[in-house]
């Protein structure tokens, strides 16, 4: 079955450290999408990509980093920029070729700090 | 810029009632509307979607939405639950501007209890 697959599921970070969250999909999908959700706040859009070697920010990209070099593949970087990583990370993909398809979404990756 | 309410936080229900839980949009374009389900360390699961055409949207698992242009709104409801609908519900629009870019609400979630 087609689908978004997010390692590891569980991750700790320590101060000053950057790690990497992988997400790799199946479904041939151009577009991909990484999400940041805290408590009470929903998901906040943090990068998104709509082809290949292309990526925008999004509403908080500040302090993370990506990277298209494949059309299955989006890592997220969590750099030591980023104050306060502990978060519940969604990685995401659809059609991009029109607004009214659907995003379909990975299991996700809870980091945490050591 | 579209924004999303969900104005609950919380919903309490008892197993076999029925349930709404309330969503409202601002965009200045027209929009499509999505609800996604969430369960615990999971990923978001695609219950139903508002394209166009009826207003009345069935989904998954016994789920039906109902848009409404004048109010703004895109309810969720579900005439009988289940305790396994014990759950978090995101609302989520996206423009009609030739991509997809979902903004989501801050969740609502359902507590079925016996």
Redesign the interface.
């Given at each position: 079955d087609g689908g978004?697959t997010?390692s590891p599921k569980y991750l700790f970070r320590k101060e000053g450290q950057n790690v990497t969250l992988s997400c790799e999909q199946n479904l041939n999908h151009d577009?991909m999408y990484w999400y940041r959700q805290d408590p009470?706040?929903?998901?906040?859009?943090i990068y998104?990509s709509?082809i290949v070697n292309d990526f925008q920010k999004g509403d908080i990209a500040e302090g993370y980093s990506v990277s298209r070099e494949k059309k299955e593949s989006f890592p997220l970087t969590v750099t030591s920029a980023q104050k306060n990583p502990t978060a519940f990370y969604?990685c995401?993909s659809?059609?991009?070729d029109?607004?009214?398809?659907?995003?379909?979404?990975?299991?996700?990756t809870?980091l945490s700090i050591l | 810029a579209q924004s999303v309410t969900q104005l609950d936080s919380q919903v309490p229900v008892f197993e076999e009632a029925p349930v709404e839980l309330r969503c409202n949009y601002s965009s200045s374009v027209s929009v499509y509307l999505f609800w996604y389900v969430q369960y615990p360390n999971q990923g978001l699961q695609l219950l139903l979607k508002y394209l166009s055409g009826s207003t009345l949207v069935k989904g998954i698992n016994g789920f039906e939405a109902e848009f409404n242009k004048s109010q703004t709104s895109f309810h969720l409801r579900k005439p009988s639950v289940h305790i396994s609908d014990t759950a978090e519900y995101f609302c989520a629009v996206s423009e009609d501007t030739g991509f997809q870019k979902l903004v989501f609400g801050t969740g609502t979630r359902l507590l079925v209890s016996p």
């Open positions: 978004i997010q577009a009470g706040q929903g998901l906040r859009l998104y709509q969604l995401a659809s059609r991009p029109s607004s009214n398809q659907p995003q379909h979404f990975g299991d996700g809870r | -």
